[in-house]
């Protein structure tokens, strides 16, 4: 019985390889385009798509159990309030602390732990699969075959040291800056759509 279930994983984990193989030739033609400038620009490139389709991810993937345990959460969040509204300010402080170690704590850890899966899956999968994209794709040897250097950037710091920058470390860059461009873009985006 073990063997069967050995020759099923194997299976499932040889279909797995190929697939995440069409992937990564998939993502290797929409990059082609982009070839001529250079891998820093390819890899922005993927920053900037990985980063979109995070955020859309995010706002598009809310469980059902997620959007009742906010529900419950809220209602014993807003009761608790309540409770610390009454005339007799040490009642309403036991009846909110009778709240909290009733329903108020629990409520809050599961709403508080479905959030954190979600985003996992939504926001930061995506940043890590690509991440070993961009490692597997963007190595040193691939760097010299494809664009005649195994770096991405190379400097010159004040020792005379030569510092170069690999693809995994420009990969990390460039979400930072994607991340801090795209919050920019959406609050200069709200703040004139207000006016």
């Given at each position: 019985m073990t063997d069967k279930i050995d020759a099923f994983l194997d299976i499932i984990w040889l279909k797995l390889i190929a697939l995440v193989h069409y992937i990564a030739q998939g993502i290797d033609f929409m990059l082609a385009p982009l070839n001529p400038m250079g891998p820093a620009v390819m890899i922005l490139a993927v920053s900037f798509v990985t980063v979109a389709a995070a955020k859309f991810l995010s706002k598009i993937h809310k469980t059902k159990r997620y959007v009742e345990l906010k529900k419950e959460f809220n209602y014993w969040l807003d009761l608790r309030k309540e409770a610390l509204n009454v005339k007799d300010k040490d009642q309403g402080k036991a009846i909110a602390k009778n709240i909290d170690q009733a329903r108020l704590n629990t409520a809050y850890?599961?709403?508080?732990?479905?959030?954190?899966?979600?985003?996992?899956?939504?926001?930061?999968?995506?940043?890590?699969?690509?991440?070993?994209?961009?490692?597997?794709?963007?190595?040193?040897?691939?760097?010299?075959?494809?664009?005649?250097?195994?770096?991405?950037?190379?400097?010159?710091?004040?020792?005379?040291?030569?510092?170069?920058?690999?693809?995994?470390?420009?990969?990390?860059?460039?979400?930072?800056?994607?991340?801090?461009?795209w919050f920019f873009a959406e609050y200069l985006y709200h703040k004139y759509k207000i006016k």
């Open positions: 850890y599961d709403f508080f732990f479905e959030g954190l899966l979600g985003s996992l899956l939504t926001k930061y999968l995506p940043v890590f699969l690509m991440l070993a994209y961009v490692n597997e794709t963007f190595k040193a040897d691939s760097l010299l075959k494809n664009f005649g250097q195994a770096y991405i950037f190379k400097f010159v710091n004040y020792n005379g040291e030569v510092i170069l920058v690999g693809a995994v470390f420009w990969y990390v860059v460039s979400i930072l800056l994607v991340f801090i461009a």
